[in-house]
Structure formats: C-alpha cells, structure tokens
C-alpha cells in the first residue's frame, strides 16, 4: 500500500517564497505528481518528478529524494491567486499504475 | 478547446434513488477514473477504465457502477446501496505517456437529503 503526509494548512506573505513537503511510504514508485486546487474547482497538474533532484518550471519548482520518500513543491514570488490546496500523490508500480493522493496542503497568501 | 466536462455542478437527490453524472472527454485519451472527494481526505479512486469496454473498481467501488461505452464517456452511477453518497465527485482522463498525468472534469457535488 501507500502512505502520504502534509500538512493540514500553512500561510505565507505575498512575495514570499514557501516549501509545502510531502512524505511518502510506498510498496513500489513509479513518480510523483503535484497538483494545485482552487476551493471548489477541479485540481490542475503542476509538476512530475521521477528521478531524483529539482523540476523547475517557472515559479514552481518540485524536489524529489526517492532514497527519502520525499518531496517538496516550492512556490517562490507568491501571488494571492496561490491561495490554494496542494495535492501530492504517488504513482505506484504495476501495469495500472495507480495513482494515490494525499489529503492536501491548504495555503493561505496574506497581503 | 479540449477539455473534460461534467454535469451537472450540483446535483440533489432524495436517499433511495440512483442518479447518474456525466463526463465526457474530447482529448482523445485512453485512460478514465473517477474520484471522490470529502472535506479532510484525499481524492478516492472509484473506478477506473483504460479503455473502451473495459473498467476496474478502485478502491472504494462499493455502491457505485460505471459504463465505458464510447472512449469520450464514462459516466457514473450512484446507486442507493451507496451509504455516504453526498460528496464532491471528479472525473479524470490520461493520455498513458510517460507522464501521465491527469486532466480533471470541473466536479459534480451531489448531495443527498
């Protein structure tokens, strides 16, 4: 099976930089995903990291430690539109490859 | 555009009757999953269907059937055997590259009363 941690909430200033980790226990990996979701509204693909080491993709960057079981997603120069939840979730081994999510980071940017 | 649409937004139903939501897909993709999603937990895998005529339960398939007819459609029915059937329901599609990664329907949230 497959375990994954976030945390519940965080808050960050806009302008700001902010790490969201992500912790993962897993029987097989076949990468990792991260996904943004405004409330109420469908969640978007962000990032996909595989290997180990940094995806950069604009003001998003995603880090991956397969050795660890983690990852982050950093968000650098925040926007009050990035008030959002932040869903990570494993791909897991197998022909299928099924993808679990954890239960979401909500981040509030204030002013 | 390409894209993948539900239907309805908001869905009411009486406890006792089935109801069916829609998702349609014009993205071409192979792969369709459907999702549930509550206040506090992760999304829940339904069912999933890699393609046409073809689907397997996720992980939470009880109460819950699904139809792959045609590749743009995947429609989902909730059925009175479901017993928490009030949530916010997504569907999803993937193209099965190396990605992978999934394009979501806007939801529907149903609610039972």
């Known amino acids: 099976g497959q375990n994954i941690d976030q945390p519940t909430e965080m808050t960050a200033t806009e302008g700001a930089i902010v790490q969201i980790n992500c912790t993962y226990q897993t029987s097989g990996f076949n990468g990792l995903f991260w996904y943004q979701q405004h409330a109420g509204e469908a969640p978007t693909f962000l990032s996909y990291n595989v290997l180990d080491g940094l995806e950069e993709k604009g003001r998003f960057s995603s880090f991956l430690s397969r050795s660890k079981g983690y990852s982050y997603l950093l968000l650098k120069e925040l926007q009050m539109k990035d008030s959002a939840s932040y869903l990570c979730?494993?791909?897991?081994?197998?022909?299928?490859?099924?993808?679990?999510f954890g239960t979401g980071t909500k981040l509030q940017v204030i002013p | 555009d390409g894209g993948i649409t539900q239907s309805p937004k908001y869905l009411f139903r009486k406890e006792g009757q089935n109801v069916t939501l829609s998702c349609e897909q014009n993205?071409?993709?192979?792969?369709m999953y459907w999702y549930r999603q509550d206040p506090g937990q992760g999304l829940r895998l339904i069912y999933y269907s890699q393609i046409v005529n073809d689907f397997q339960k996720g992980d939470i398939a009880e109460g819950y059937s699904v139809s792959r007819e045609k590749k743009e459609s995947f429609p989902l029915t909730v059925t009175s055997a479901q017993k928490n059937p009030t949530a916010f329901y997504l569907c999803?599609?993937?193209?099965?590259?190396?990605?992978?990664?999934?394009?979501f329907g806007p939801g529907t949230r149903l609610t039972v009363t």
């Open positions: 993205l071409n993709h192979d792969a």
């Open positions: 979730a494993v791909r897991g081994p197998g022909g299928y490859q099924k993808v679990t």
């Open positions: 999803a599609s993937s193209a099965g590259d190396r990605v992978n990664e999934q394009y």
